[in-house]
């Protein structure tokens, strides 16, 4: 099993910047893809960002040139920095790692709020 734990939400100002940090432990070896997802209420919870184990990402079009997603395989970390943040980002943010045979982890979230 992968276990993920998130940090680095809070309260920004629009057009302030956060960076989120996610850490697996487990079987992180297995890990295929990581990716941060995220949740406003009311919404479903849809794709942030992704990450593959040989540093291919992807991202959803409503942050693409504010986000960025990294990960440091030493540390066993995934980062997600978000620049520019808007109101519209406000939403709980989850970690998710894919594992080799189809198997998928969540981390518990982390609230982001950005004020107008």
């Known amino acids: 099993q992968v276990q993920l734990v998130e940090s680095g939400g809070g309260l920004v100002q629009a057009g302030g910047s956060l960076r989120l940090s996610c850490a697996a432990s487990?079987?992180?070896?297995?890990?295929?893809?990581m990716g941060w997802y995220r949740q406003a209420p009311g919404k479903q919870r849809e794709l942030v960002a992704a990450i593959t184990s040989g540093g291919r990402v992807n991202y959803a079009d409503s942050v693409k040139g504010r986000f960025t997603i990294s990960r440091d395989n030493a540390k066993n970390t995934v980062y997600l920095q978000m620049n520019s943040l808007k109101p519209e980002d406000t939403a709980v943010y989850y970690c998710?790692?894919?594992?080799?045979?189809?198997?998928?982890?969540w981390g518990q979230g982390t609230q982001v709020t950005v004020s107008s």
């Open positions: 487990g079987s992180i070896f297995s890990i295929n893809v």
């Open positions: 998710n790692a894919d594992r080799v045979g189809g198997f998928r982890s």
